[in-house]
């Protein structure tokens, strides 16, 4: 299979067999992930590998329950990390300036380029991913059971093994709602709604395949996906609290300092 087959093949796995991954394996796609381009090939990421079904019991919590944490026989954690390179500064004399926002972002940016480069080569492997938002909605717990040092933010995580499933492709919005050509293109209220009118019917057939999310809508009066998005899954008041914790965690592990006032 070419890259591009391969890439269109993809699709989130939630259910794994509980064969091991191999070590060899394990290590090919974790140094194919190490390839990827870095800011200033500083390389700000670490990756932190769960294979402790006692560990993953732990992070259980924190990942909201997701069963995939403990089902699948690999979790990966992939964090912003300038915490090595900010001793290296420290023993060579260097000035510091990771200290900040902007640092911790080339460091979530180095992650997160990673994480979806290991994600291709194990599915180029035969294994299966899936990510878990709940890594960055729970940074702060995740990073304590991690024993994170200062300067490092878990951002994103994914399970990993060989599927036990093999779902239906999800669709994707149209490329005429994704890409633009040299300008951005400015979309009518009629554009928006073509964008997502494929989305509106085949994302709410899902979700109200799920029990919990049907029983949800039926008793918070939702009408359409849009309304499920923000007033069952991912409401305002859980992206506050996740916001406040974060900036909180973020600045905790000293990435906040010189904030003008
Ligand atoms: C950053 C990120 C966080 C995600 N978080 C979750 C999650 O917490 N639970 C889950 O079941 N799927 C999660 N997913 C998977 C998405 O639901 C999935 O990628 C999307 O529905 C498209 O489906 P596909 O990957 O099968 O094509 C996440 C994906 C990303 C990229």
Redesign the pocket.
Known sequence: MTVIDQIHQ???I?KYKPDPVPDGILSEILEAGMRTSSSGNMQTYSIVISRDPVMKEYLLEP??K?S?VVDAPVFLTFCADFHRMRRWLKLSQAPDNFDNYFSFMIGAIDAILVSQTVALAAESKGLGI???????ANADQIGDILDLPPNVIPV?GFSLGYPAEQ?A??DRLPASGLIHWERYQQYTDKDILEIYSERETKGWDRYMRSKWLKEEVEKSGVENLAQLYTIVKYTQDSHQDFSNSFLQYLSNQDFMNNLPE
């Open positions: 993809h699709r989130s939630r990942h909201m997701q995939m899936c990510y878990l938002g709940s890594t960055l994103v779902p492709l999800r």
